[in-house]
């Protein structure tokens, strides 16, 4: 079994930071794609940024500049640091990966189980 752990939600200020990590487990033999989205209420899951196995990035227009995914490829783990946070933001943030499993020659989508994220003053 593969699973997805994401921690780091929780309330901030408008201008405030956050930082999210979300760690894979389990029978891994490779990970390519690892990502973060978001859901506001009422609307649907939206890319917020995206980060290959080899470290390209790609990030959604309305983060752009304010926030950074990275990886730790030794750690099976994903960052998203947000910075200048906005109301907008506010949203469940859910991790997403592309793994192989060992043993399996296919590779699967998997999530997490999603982190509040809320900006308000």
């Known amino acids: 079994q593969v699973q997805l752990v994401e921690s780091g939600g929780g309330l901030v200020q408008p201008g405030g930071s956050l930082r999210l990590s979300c760690a894979a487990s389990?029978?891994?033999?490779?990970?390519?794609?690892m990502g973060w989205y978001r859901q506001a209420p009422g609307k649907q899951r939206e890319l917020v940024a995206g980060?290959?196995?080899?470290?390209?990035?790609n990030y959604a227009d309305s983060v752009k500049g304010r926030f950074t995914i990275s990886r730790d490829n030794a750690k099976n783990t994903v960052y998203l640091q947000m910075n200048s946070l906005k109301p907008e933001d506010t949203a469940v943030y859910y991790c997403?990966?592309?793994?192989?499993?060992?043993?399996?020659?296919?590779?699967?989508?998997?999530w997490g189980q999603g982190t509040q994220v809320t900006v308000s003053s």
């Open positions: 389990g029978r891994i033999f490779s990970i390519s794609g």
């Open positions: 980060i290959t196995s080899g470290g390209s990035t």
């Open positions: 997403n990966a592309v793994i192989r499993s060992s043993g399996a020659d296919v590779w699967r989508n998997y």
